[in-house]
Structure formats: C-alpha cells, structure tokens
C-alpha cells in the first residue's frame, strides 16, 4: 500500500489545519493507521492512531484536546484535524500503517511497515 499525506502548510497560532493520509494500491480497511510528526534533527514523535473499524483512537498527550484522528475507508483516507495550532506543532506530519495483529497501536514509529511521504505544518506565532 501507498500512502500519501497532504494538506500542510502554514498558519497562525490558534488556527486549523486538516490533513489527510490518502492510501492506494491496496485498501487500508484491515489496517490500523497512525500519524507521527517529525522536526529536522529530532526523532519521529507519535501524534495520534485509529483502529481498523474507526471505533478507537489514542492520542498523545501534548495533542490531546486539540487533534481530532478518524479515518474513512469508503475513501480509504484517514484524516488528521488539528485545532489549536500551536508553535511547538511545526513539524513534518507523516502517516503510518500497520496490518492487524498484536496491540492496536504502538508509539514507535518503527513497529509501522508501512509510511507515507509527510506534509509539512508551519504555526507561527
């Protein structure tokens, strides 16, 4: 599967952002999805995962409250709503999945096979 994520750029502190994570090449149905953030330099952070069916979320502390995770596989895109932008958000956000089995989800970037190229979020303040 491919995935794709988009809808970065560039806005103030307080304001909105919605990113998506757009799978092809195979349906991510069956597949549990995360996003992470990453700033140069820095290690992948987890941000926020989905459950296969949608029925359950986690997310990190520093985003719970603010990000909204949800995902529709119809569209076979999950989706990302960031409120409340702050500075310390700006970050490359990439989306990640990983087949069914064991735990649901996990905050290591590297127990997801599977990633999509990030989308870049700027606040400014």
């Known amino acids: 599967v491919q995935l794709q994520a988009s809808g970065g750029g560039q806005v103030q502190a307080g304001g909105s952002l919605r990113l998506s994570c757009e799978a092809s090449?195979?349906?991510?149905?069956?597949?549990?999805m995360a996003w992470f953030r990453q700033v140069p330099g820095k290690a992948r952070d987890f941000v926020a995962a989905i459950r296969w069916h949608g029925r359950d979320v986690f997310y990190s502390d520093f985003v719970k409250g603010r990000f909204t995770i949800s995902r529709d596989n119809a569209k076979n895109t999950v989706y990302l709503q960031m409120n409340n932008l702050r500075p310390e958000d700006t970050a490359i956000y990439s989306c990640?999945?990983?087949?069914?089995?064991?735990?649901?989800?996990?905050?290591?970037?590297?127990?997801?096979?599977?990633w999509g190229q990030g989308t870049l979020v700027t606040v400014s303040s």
């Open positions: 090449g195979d349906t991510i149905s069956t597949t549990n």
């Open positions: 990640a999945g990983r087949p069914r089995g064991g735990d649901w989800y996990y905050e290591l970037a590297h127990e997801y096979p599977a």
